[in-house]
């Protein structure tokens, strides 16, 4: 029998996983990875049932149609999808506690279809006078150099 802490530390997890989960659904979208998404929760939800996994595979199109809709600076409408879809898979694993392994499997092969989501190498040349700043984000390698007009550092 689980300790009451254990429950705790159990539905943390499932909760976190449930987040993942969500996260990993609507950054798939728009996506090479939506085809493999779409069957891998298709079938997740289903839980052997077809017809279920049908009617799952319509909700998501219709997720899909929602996001690409909306504009893609539009970050409330990413937000609400993925509390939705969270929601709904918080459902599952309080219904289906073994699903958990499905699930973290299939956040994992989502991820690794999507990649680093990299352009590729990226060359970014910045030059900063004064007093202005600059704030450079991403990933690599990356030289900042600060002076004045002057030339002097």
Do not use: C, Y
């Not at 449930?18 to 990875?33: E, F, H, P, R, S």
């Not at 052997?48 to 600076?73: F, K």
């Not at 991403?138 to 150099?145: E, F, R, Y």
């Amino acid at each position: 029998m689980l300790t009451n802490l254990e429950v705790v530390v159990l539905a943390e997890a499932l909760g976190a996983l449930a987040g993942a989960g969500g996260a990993a659904l609507v950054g798939a979208v728009a996506t090479d990875g939506w085809q493999l998404a779409k069957r891998g929760f298709a079938q997740l939800f289903g839980r052997g049932d077809q017809s279920q996994a049908a009617a799952i595979e319509e909700r998501l199109e219709r997720t899909r149609a929602v996001l690409e809709a909306a504009s893609s600076q539009d970050e409330r409408v990413r937000l609400e999808q993925q509390a939705v879809w969270t929601a709904r898979l918080e459902d599952l694993l309080s219904d289906h506690p073994e699903a958990a392994e499905d699930l973290h499997a299939l956040v994992e092969q989502i991820a690794a279809a999507k990649g680093t989501n990299s352009a590729g190498h990226v060359v970014q040349h910045a030059i900063a006078f004064d007093q202005s700043q600059q704030v450079v984000q991403g990933h690599g390698q990356q030289t900042n150099v600060f002076g004045n007009r002057g030339g002097q550092a």
